[in-house]
């Protein structure tokens, strides 16, 4: 089974690497980039469980390891 | 002085540490592999060396902050235990709750390698002891996520609590952006845990102690450690 | 019986690089058709990148051997003496292709690489430099190369641990097409414990080592010895990701293991990965190896003979055992979690034997498809020797001042820190010297001793006159390393050309290496190890010849130590070596006039050898307080350079009569230093130097905060500095080019 | 308009990142994490052009800055 873990910056926390590609990106002329904010998706392949129990392991995971919760926010699905 | 340097796998600054605290204190310290889930007997002092613990492939310090040695880390903090957390350890540090908030990548998102000025804000801690409050100091940083932040009641928290530690500043201890380079939030280079026995700081001081090879700027922080588990 | 999917054709055969002559070489030696299995083996082996089939024959001019020299070229890395039962072992490697392909990638994986070459051999490394060229500043994706290769240089080397202490960095449009990022490493190891890739012992373990296999670089060493073309953007998808975490832990095992006696042999898998270390181990120890493809550990799904046999897959080692050790080796390697593989055994059958799902995929004679590899003596052409300018006849359309401001702020010139202050330079807490002086310096351990490396060529100088070019690079090396006290001991090289099917390429190579043979010759400074790279063009247009040399040396006491800034105020200036005004190919002539003409200046090396001795003696006898070599840009450069390092100025004298100032200033006489004293060593010193016959004068003295010249207006050095340090981040920012 | 261009590696080419995290979930004991491999998300703020217009110009963020092409592929979402 495939999984997706989004993870994204909160609202409110600064985004170096964001801003500098929305710098870049003006640079470049690409039009009509008003903001950027950087994340990551894990994708993960599951295997031996059942959907239920693999959205709570992803969930474990997201929260123990993949986001770190005081600046980030992780969305799992499962495709 | 008996102390502890945690041996994460990719950490790389361990034997500059290891190589420190020997020069300074006389005693080669215990290296402890991040699979262990004990501290050796009797350790005063904890060290979090800098490096790239899992390449830091996911968050700097996460996948660290996470290993079994870590809960052994934080009982020994929580007893009072005092803990050096340098760079790569900082990151691990805030990861694994000892210290608020998160290091970023830094502004102009370049690894920097360079000398750079501290301001070290008190000197009535374990760790400064030996300085003056408000003394400038010369050491190197080598990072490239080492740009502090928190939210805004945290940080007002931190300062309100006299938690800082050290800030980037210009080499007459003036905050200057110009010398900020990583865009810390308020040029913050370290910072104390609530109980002020834990200090997790970006700049190399274990790199600044032996005159053979440079500036030893950094070595009264080794000299604070020890004077302060001696006067203990 | 082996599988013969698919067909070999002319045209599949042309595909691996192997020409028709080749092919039927090949045929001889096994006496039928290859599979396509073995085809894939042979022309990992015999293409030019590994065979070096055409610079075989000239390599052997260089001297290889001193009473120092434990291992000279031939293993992984080069190793020497250097006392106290302690060796350092380094070479020097090329990973120029891949870097214009994927700047980021292609660098980390050239750190990564010469890094395995340093710590196969036992050998902790303990610094890497770099020496990087780059093409017009103006070209459209300079900047992306840039800031790709540094970061990727710094990527790999500050996460594996290890401090990047120096190299050099320059630009020319002869480079546009093809960049060059040749890597260094230096590594330290007891002078007992060196291992080597010689197996002994049949019916020992093969075993494989460090990160799993996929398809990277398949084809990667074929493509690192192909011209490009506006093709070859095309054959990326064989881009090779580096995982210097992956390394790190590689290099705790591998020293770990070797510390615990469980290695017999070690080879590193670099270009050709499974191929060259399997049959480069069994050829060294008259030995057959027999692989068993199933056991190899894989990444991918489906993975061929012929892909797991040219996989260029990074941090991969492969090592023949003590098999009463074999399982302590393996609890080492899965503690720091890597893998650990039995994928074959040495056999006396001679033969290299490839199996894989019941199958024989290959089987070739072992020794032949090393041995017998092709060699070519390819025709080459003299090169033409250009005019010897008269100084007199080249006039200077600025004041010595402009001059100066323009060279200091030159792409070449201009200071390197936007670049070495991405890496980590001072990890391990050794670095002594740090980037920005002549040579960096590397405390041994817990000192006094030290080691001091460098990496220079002048390719401009190379292009005009190879053999005085390659002499230059070598004679600029090893003055280097005496501006800090250090005593030169051994050299690597990396040569960099254009297509060796070209007779003029050809006799750049050959003369070069001639140069760089006389030159080590003279001054005692064997080479140990090296790499060539060649095919180094873009439709039909070669790099400039540039024959890196990485230079070694050792100081015995770090306190003896010296640096290019000047002290204090009121010191005396002095200069080493005869000046007679030099402007042919000078960075002058090519920066401030816009001309790259005329013949080099000549290297006299008995000249140079009596004065670096002689420099070298006075840094010895603490006699000097800074001390700066002359290269690029000559004398005025020199001092500007010793001025911003200190923030000090300095008063100078009149130049010599008879040479025009600007000749005088920034002519590039070889073999000269700047010097700095107090005044009162400063009769001892030129009575010293009358003695043994060498040009000694002063300049003037140090002080101020402004160069003073006669005639010229003063040149604030703190307008300099803006100058000096503006031009490189300037430009990455986006700012103007020039 | 907000619009999100996922970047993720080519198959085939090696992910270092993947596989730490690979395996430090599995020492984390989450179950079933048979392989992870990691991406980035850009959440792009795009404003004053039209839907057609900003998948043309996002499409041109990718190729030139936002995803490496010779080891990444990318895809644009317009939310
Ligand atoms: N790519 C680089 N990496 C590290 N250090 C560098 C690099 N390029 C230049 N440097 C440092 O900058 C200084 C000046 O370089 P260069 O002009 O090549 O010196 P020189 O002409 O004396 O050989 C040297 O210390 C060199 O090590
Ligand atoms: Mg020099």
Redesign the pocket.
């Known amino acids: 089974m495939k999984a997706r873990v989004t993870v994204t910056l909160k609202a409110g926390i600064l985004d170096p690497q964001g801003k500098a590609i929305e710098g870049a990106l003006k640079s470049l002329g690409v039009a009509g980039v008003a903001s950027v904010r950087q994340g990551k998706v894990f994708d993960i392949e599951v295997e031996g469980v059942d959907r239920a129990k693999a959205e709570q392991a992803l969930t474990l995971a997201a929260e123990k390891l993949l986001a770190n919760m005081v600046i980030e926010n992780y969305r799992v699905e499962l495709l | 002085m008996k102390s502890a340097v945690v041996v994460f796998p990719g950490i790389n600054r361990e034997r500059d540490m290891a190589r420190a605290l020997k020069f300074v204190s006389g005693k080669e310290p215990a290296m402890v592999w991040h699979a262990d889930s004990e501290l050796p007997k009797g350790t005063d002092l904890v060290v979090l060396p800098g490096g790239f613990s899992y390449g830091d492939y996911l968050r700097c310090g996460a996948i660290a902050a996470r290993a079994p040695i870590m809960e052994a880390v934080r009982t020994h903090a929580a007893k009072g235990g005092l803990v050096l957390a340098v760079c790569n350890g900082f990151q691990i540090a805030c990861e694994a709750g000892l210290l608020p908030g998160v290091l970023m990548r830094n502004a102009r998102l370049k690894f920097i390698c360079k000398e750079v000025f501290l301001r070290i804000e008190r000197s009535d801690t374990p760790f400064t002891r030996q300085y003056n409050a408000g003394a400038v100091i010369r050491v190197p940083v080598a990072h490239g996520e080492g740009n502090y932040v928190a939210d805004a009641d945290t940080i007002a928290r931190i300062e309100d609590e006299g938690r800082v530690l050290f800030r980037y500043t210009a080499p007459d201890g003036k905050l200057d952006p110009a010398f900020n380079f990583n865009g810390a939030t308020n040029a913050i280079a370290g910072i104390l845990s609530e109980k002020r026995n834990v200090l997790g700081l970006m700049p190399h001081p274990e790199n600044h102690v032996d005159p053979a090879v440079g500036p030893t700027d950094g070595r009264r922080l080794f000299e604070s450690l020890v004077s302060t588990l001696e006067a203990a | 019986m082996i599988p013969n999917e698919p067909k070999i054709t002319p045209a599949l055969i042309a595909d691996h690089g192997l020409t028709p002559d080749e092919y039927e070489r090949f045929r001889g030696l096994i006496g039928r058709d290859p599979s396509f299995t073995e085809l894939g083996i042979v022309s990992a082996m015999w293409n030019e990148h590994c065979s070096y089939k055409s610079s075989k024959v000239h390599l052997r001019e260089l001297p290889t051997k001193a009473p120092w020299v434990i291992q000279g070229p031939g293993e992984n890395a080069g190793v020497i003496d250097i006392g106290d039962g302690l060796a350092c072992v380094f070479k020097m490697e090329s990973h120029n292709h891949p870097s214009f392909i994927e700047p980021y990638q292609g660098a980390t994986t050239g750190v990564g690489g010469i890094l395995r070459d340093v710590f196969t051999m036992g050998a902790r490394p303990v610094a890497c430099?770099?020496a990087?060229r780059f093409g017009d500043p103006k070209h459209p994706r300079a900047r992306a190369l840039v800031s790709g290769v540094v970061a990727g240089i710094g990527g790999y080397g500050n996460s594996f641990g290890v401090p990047?202490v120096?190299?050099?960095?320059g630009f020319h449009p002869r480079y546009n097409g093809n960049i060059l990022v040749n890597a260094m490493a230096v590594g330290i190891a007891e002078k007992d414990k060196i291992f080597y890739a010689k197996a002994t012992g049949v019916g020992r373990p093969v075993v494989y080592l460090g990160s799993k296999t996929g398809r990277d670089g398949i084809h990667g060493a074929t493509m690192a010895s192909a011209e490009f073309g506006d093709t070859s953007e095309e054959k990326r998808p064989t881009v090779q990701v580096g995982d210097p975490f992956s390394e790190k832990l590689l290099l705790e095992a591998c020293l770990e293991i070797m510390r615990k006696g469980c290695v017999i042999a070690i080879q590193d898998m670099g270009a050709a990965g499974l191929t060259c270390s399997a049959v480069e181990m069994g050829a060294k120890g008259n030995l057959g190896v027999t692989l068993d493809l199933d056991r190899v550990p894989t990444r991918e799904a489906a993975m061929t003979a012929y892909e797991m046999m040219l996989s260029e897959s990074q941090e991969r080692m492969l090592m023949v055992l003590k098999p009463e050790k074999e399982k302590e080796a393996e609890a080492i390697f899965q503690k720091w979690g890597l893998d650990f593989a039995v994928v074959g055994k040495t056999t006396d059958s001679s033969r290299f034997i490839v199996r894989f799902g019941g199958d024989v995929m290959a089987d070739l004679p072992i020794k032949e498809l090393g041995d017998e590899a092709p060699e070519y003596n390819r025709p080459f052409t003299e090169p033409k020797k250009l005019p010897i300018l008269d100084a007199k006849s080249i006039a200077s359309p600025v004041s010595i001042k402009r001059a100066l401001e323009g060279l200091i702020a030159s792409p070449d010139?201009c200071s390197?820190r936007w670049?070495?202050e991405q890496?980590d330079h001072l990890i391990l807490n050794n670095t002594v010297q740090r980037?920005?002086?002549?040579a960096?310096v590397v405390r041994i351990n817990e000192g006094p001793k030290a080691l001091a490396m460098?990496t220079?060529v002048t390719p401009r100088y190379c292009e005009a006159d190879p053999f005085e070019g390659g002499k230059q690079a070598v004679a600029?090396a090893w003055r280097?390393l005496t501006a800090v006290g250090a005593r030169p001991l051994a050299v690597t090289d990396n040569l960099n050309f254009g297509n060796p099917e070209r007779p003029e390429i050809m006799g750049q190579l050959v003369h070069c290496v001639r140069g760089i043979s006389e030159a080590c010759k003279a001054l005692d400074f064997p080479v140990v190890s090296g790499n060539v790279s060649l095919y180094n063009e873009t439709n039909g247009r070669a790099i400039l010849p540039t024959p890196t040399i990485g230079g070694v040396g050792i100081l015995d006491d770090l306190a003896k130590m010296a640096t290019l800034a000047f002290k204090a105020e009121g010191e005396t200036i002095l200069l080493v070596g005869e000046t007679k005004g030099w402007l042919g190919q000078s960075a002058f002539l090519a920066t401030v006039l816009g001309r790259e003409e005329g013949a080099p200046p000549p290297v006299d090396l008995a000249v140079e050898k009596r004065n670096g001795d002689f420099v070298r003696k006075l840094i010895a006898a603490s006699s000097v307080t800074a001390v700066h070599?002359l290269?690029?840009g000559g004398l005025l450069v020199a001092i500007a350079e010793m001025a911003l390092a200190s923030r000090i100025g300095a008063r100078l004298d009149s130049p010599s009569a008879g040479i025009p100032p600007h000749a005088f200033w920034f002519g590039e006489d070889q073999a000269r230093y700047v010097l700095t004293a107090k005044t009162a060593e400063v009769p001892k010193i030129t009575a010293e130097a009358a003695g043994d016959g060498i040009p000694v004068r002063v300049l003037g003295t140090t002080g101020g905060s402004q160069l003073t010249l006669p005639g010229e207006d003063p040149i604030l050095v703190s307008s300099l500095h803006a100058l000096f340090e503006g031009w490189l981040p300037t430009y990455m920012a986006g700012g103007a080019a020039e």
Chains 1, 4 share one sequence.
């Open positions: 430099l770099n990087l990047t120096g190299g050099s960095v010139l390197k670049v070495w890496y980037p920005g002086g002549d960096a460098t220079d600029e280097n070599d290269s690029d």
